[in-house]
Structures are given as C-alpha cells and as structure tokens.
C-alpha cells in the first residue's frame, strides 16, 4: 500500500522560507514522477512543481525562482524549498506520487 506523508509546513512571514518534505513507502519510489500541488480555500487545487526520476523540473510559472523541488531516492523522500514566500502562497500542499497516490497534505501560511 503506498503512503505519502508530507511535513514541514507552518506559518511563516512573507520574505520568509519553508521546507517541505514527502517521504514515500509502498513504491518503488526512484521509479516515479513526484510532485507537489496546492489548493487556497475556495480554490482548485493546482500544480506546483514536479520531478521525474530523471531529476528533470517543471515549475508553474507563479512560483518559478522561488520554489525548488528536489529528491533523495536513498530516502524516498522528494522536497519542496521555498523561499521569497507571499501571502497567495498559502494553501494546503499536497505530495503525488505517479498518477494516482496522494498524501493528506500540509498547511502552509504566509502572513502580510
């Protein structure tokens, strides 16, 4: 059974930096495209940055220079450092694994 289980959200000042982590189990984790989306109350949940096994990185345009996604296959973990935080950055961030395994999500908070 896969697990995804997120941490290392908070609140935080705009300016300031986080970082989150995903750690996978069940999965062949160094085979998989991870990922991480986010969704603001009364918003869709939208996509973040993603990671092929590879190492390749796509960004959505609105966190492009701020936010870096990165993996560490030996500890099935994938990473989300953020910095340059705005206030729109707050949402629940959400971990993926492939097509179909999500995690339970993390709020992150971003005060004006």
């Known amino acids: 059974q896969v697990q995804l289980v997120e941490s290392g959200g908070g609140l935080v000042q705009a300016g300031g930096s986080l970082r989150l982590s995903c750690v996978a189990s069940g999965s062949i984790f160094r085979i998989n495209t991870m990922a991480w989306y986010r969704q603001a109350p009364g918003k869709q949940r939208e996509f973040v940055a993603t990671i092929t096994s590879g190492g390749s990185t796509n960004y959505a345009d609105s966190v492009k220079g701020r936010f870096t996604i990165s993996r560490e296959n030996a500890k099935n973990t994938v990473y989300l450092q953020m910095n340059s935080l705005k206030p729109e950055d707050t949402a629940v961030y959400y971990c993926?694994?492939?097509?179909?395994?999500w995690g339970q999500g993390t709020q992150v908070t971003v005060s004006s």
């Open positions: 993926k694994q492939g097509i179909f395994d």
